[in-house]
Structure formats: structure tokens, C-alpha cells
């Protein structure tokens, strides 16, 4: 079975310009996550999906930071204009729905702003 | 929010010695799970533990959900082991939101 698949694994782009994350879940988990990883630190929760429907978005960056999941599978996050602070690791995650769940990552993109 | 602390930060040790990771939580919770981060940065799966015991291999897990902690024992460390081990908690009521602890680095030496 597939694992959570991210691209691209890595991005490097000058600071004020755009940039795209995209994530395939494993297949059937219905929620989805994307988390941020700072340099020495844990992931951090940006935004999560059931299906279709983003249901705790409190930590994304509403100015700059936009996600979408169409159809309720693959999943794309944006950030437009990048500042130097993005650099991060960026990581999605998938699991089932249900009381209490494991979720799986994939690899990561690294972005680099400079 | 919830607390997550993980103990030691950092870990050498020589190839086949046995180590004993700890986390530590502020709050009650559904999930805990310990996660291997490799030098490329993949998260890997080790141990879904809200409470309990389990082993896999060279490595076994307990969470004493009652005293808010969980162990991760690794035996025999090989060198394929370094990396970062992340704790990280469904507090109750949190909607699935996992938080991670700061990790611990662990380098195995040959």
C-alpha cells in the first residue's frame, strides 16, 4: 500500500513570490493534515480536513497561508507571498476518521526562502 | 494548549547498547504516538500507544496514561537508529490535532 505522497520534495524560492505544496493521501483515509516543521522543533498543525471540509484551520496563516482539498482527496497548500520566516519543513499527514486515530506522514517538502 | 516534553533532548551511544527515551504530558489523552524522523526527514510510524505495552522487534513502548508518560526502550541500538524520536499527544477533546514534543536526537556510533 501507497504511503502519503508529497511534492516536491524540495523548494527554493526568492522571498515575495508564490509557491505550492501538493500531498496525495493514503488511499481511503478521509482526514487529512498539513503540518509545519521548524528547524530543531516539532511539527506543528496547520490545517485539517475531513473529507472536503477544512474543519480546524486556527493555526494557518490566513494572510498569506491558503489550502484547498478538492473532491476530498489530494490536497494542495499555498503560500502567497513567501517571507524568509516560511522556511520550514512542510508535511502532510493522512488517517481514518474515527474516535481516536494514527496518522501516517509523508516525506515532506523543504522550502527555503532566500 | 497541551504540554509535551521529552527527555533527554539529546543521545549518543555506541552500537549495541540499550536506551530509554521518555515523554511527559500536561493532560489527559487519547493518542500518543513515538515517531522515528530519519536524516531524510520522513516520519516513520513506530508505536501507537494511548496506554499500555507493546514491542516490536528491538523496540517496545509503555504509556502509563494514569501518570501522564510514556517510555521508549530501544535494545541493541544499530546505526541505522540515529535520528530524531518525536513524541506526540491527542489531547482529549482536541479534534485529532497531534502535538509533538521537541524530540530527542539520538546518535548511535559504530
Known amino acids: 500500500e501507497a504511503g502519503v505522497v508529497q511534492s516536491p520534495r524540495y523548494k527554493i524560492i526568492e522571498k515575495k513570490q508564490p509557491v505550492a505544496f501538493w500531498c496525495n493521501p493514503i488511499s481511503g483515509h478521509n482526514t487529512l493534515y498539513w503540518y509545519r516543521q521548524n528547524l530543531g522543533q516539532g511539527p506543528e498543525l496547520l490545517i485539517r480536513y475531513e473529507n472536503e471540509e477544512a474543519v480546524d484551520d486556527s493555526q494557518l496563516p490566513k494572510d498569506r497561508f491558503s489550502a484547498e482539498r478538492l473532491k476530498g482527496v489530494d490536497s494542495t497548500l499555498k503560500i502567497q507571498p513567501a517571507e524568509l520566516g516560511d522556511s520550514a519543513v512542510y508535511l502532510c499527514a493522512s488517517s481514518l476518521w474515527g474516535q481516536t486515530v494514527e496518522a501516517f506522514f509523508g516525506q515532506g517538502t523543504r522550502l527555503t526562502v532566500v | 494548549g497541551i504540554q509535551v516534553e521529552q527527555s533527554p533532548p539529546d543521545l549518543i551511544l555506541q552500537e549495541g547498547a540499550n536506551s530509554t527515551l521518555r515523554c511527559n504530558f500536561s493532560d489527559s489523552v487519547n493518542n500518543l504516538q513515538w515517531f522515528h524522523q530519519n536524516p531524510w526527514g520522513q516520519l516513520i510510524n513506530l508505536f501507537y500507544?494511548?496506554?499500555g505495552t507493546k514491542q516490536n522487534g528491538r523496540l517496545s513502548a509503555t504509556t502509563v496514561a494514569t501518570e501522564r508518560y510514556s517510555l521508549l526502550y530501544i535494545s541493541s541500538s544499530q546505526t541505522t537508529d540515529s535520528g530524531v524520536y518525536f513524541c506526540?499527544?491527542?489531547?482529549?477533546?482536541?479534534?485529532?490535532?497531534?502535538?509533538f514534543g521537541k524530540g530527542t536526537l539520538l546518535t548511535v556510533n559504530p
Open positions: 500507544i494511548p496506554s
Open positions: 506526540a499527544v491527542e489531547r482529549d477533546g482536541s479534534n485529532y490535532k497531534l502535538t
